[in-house]
Structure formats: C-alpha cells, structure tokens
C-alpha cells in the first residue's frame, strides 16, 4: 500500500443519521448540507477541502453502501490508477442512456479477463476518487449548474476507471433533492456487479 488515503462523506440533513453512521464507521470527514444548498455544491466543499490534503481522497454520498473490507480494497485501486479518477461504484438506471455501453463493456472485460472498464466520464457522484492534481482545474473550471459527477469529468482529458465489481452499492433511497436535468429518478439505482470477496483480482 503505497497510496496514502482519507475518507469524506458528502451527507444530506435528511440523512444525518446515516451519514454520520458511515463517517464513523470509515473515520471520514463529514460534510453536512445542512440548508439543500444541493449535491452540486457541497461535492464542491469536499473537492476544495480535499485539494489541500496531502493524502488522496475516497469521497463517498451517504447512501453508499461498502462492502466488507472496503476500507482496505480501494487501496490496491488507488496504487494502480495514481493518474485517474477511479470511480468505486459503476450502476445501473442512472444515466439511461449509458446502460447500454456500461453493458457491452463488463462484457468485453470478460472476454478479455480485466478487472476494471474505462469510461470517458464519472458517471455517478455515490464514491469516486480524483487525483490531487486534477483537483485545481476541476475547481478552476467548476459549473455549478451541472450536477456534481458532470462539473467533475467536463474539463478532465483522461479515462475513469470503475472496477468490474464495484466496492459499493448504493442505498437507492429517496431523492433528496431536485438533480438539474430535472429529471425524475424512478429507475433502480443498484450497482451492476458488486464485489463480494469470492472474485479475484489479477496479480
């Protein structure tokens, strides 16, 4: 384990129990909404905070939901994509129109017999991890009117990486809040694969 790693929460007032729960339990930094101001801006306070970490940052939303050990396996993730934004979290519903590609990729990650898929965008804000120096020019470039996974990966050039067996799943619980597309959120918010311990990953 070379990567040195912190852990932020991005949580909602309306779910304060549970942010606190997985702060505690991750022994993370707590960023609480307490007023809406939205998704969009407190991802940004957590990105501003962790620009000046010298440890790179797991940010995870409160209704994420880690498998066992994962405190440890985003470690082997961190050391082998140091230049990428890594996204633990890989779901289904959410963006609609991306499902199919995300499906034709984990297919061709069988066949090839890879661990991850690389995408040209971080397509959910539930638990991503972005490399310090990107951080200021994501932060330069921010839009607020986006929601937060699109301000993260609009001005970024490289590839986000997600891992075929996603290290979280997500809660799926009520929305919170009104996303800016406007769009309602009825689809099933899960993830795709979700990494259980019984898969192996190549030496």
């Known amino acids: 384990m070379d990567a040195q790693i912190k852990f932020a929460i991005v949580g909602h007032h309306s779910r304060k129990y549970v942010a606190e ?3 505690v339990k991750l022994d993370a930094m707590l960023f609480m909404d307490d007023e809406n101001h939205g998704s ?4 940004r306070r957590v990105l501003e905070w962790s620009a000046v970490q010298k440890e790179r940052v797991i940010v995870l939303e409160d209704d994420a939901l880690p498998v066992r050990g994962f405190e440890y396996l985003v470690y082997h993730w961190i050391d082998r994509f140091p230049d990428n934004i890594v996204s633990f979290y890989l779901g289904t519903g959410r963006p609609p129109h991306k499902q199919l590609e995300m499906a034709m990729r984990l297919i061709d990650a069988d066949k090839q017999r890879l661990d991850y898929i690389m995408l040209p965008h971080l397509f959910h804000g539930v ?5 310090n120096h990107y951080l200021p020019r ?5 839009d607020e009117r986006k929601g937060a996974d699109s301000a993260i990966t609009d001005k970024y050039k490289g590839r986000v990486i997600y891992p075929v067996y996603s290290l979280v799943d997500h809660a799926d619980l009520p929305v919170v809040e009104v996303h800016p597309d406007g769009h309602p959120r009825r689809e099933r918010r899960k993830a795709w694969r979700l990494f259980t311990g019984g898969e192996r990953w190549p030496d």
């Open 40 to 43: 969009n801006w407190n991802h």
């Open 127 to 131: 638990c991503y991890s972005v490399p």
């Open 138 to 142: 994501i932060l330069e470039n921010w």
């Open 21 to 23: 729960k997985l702060a």
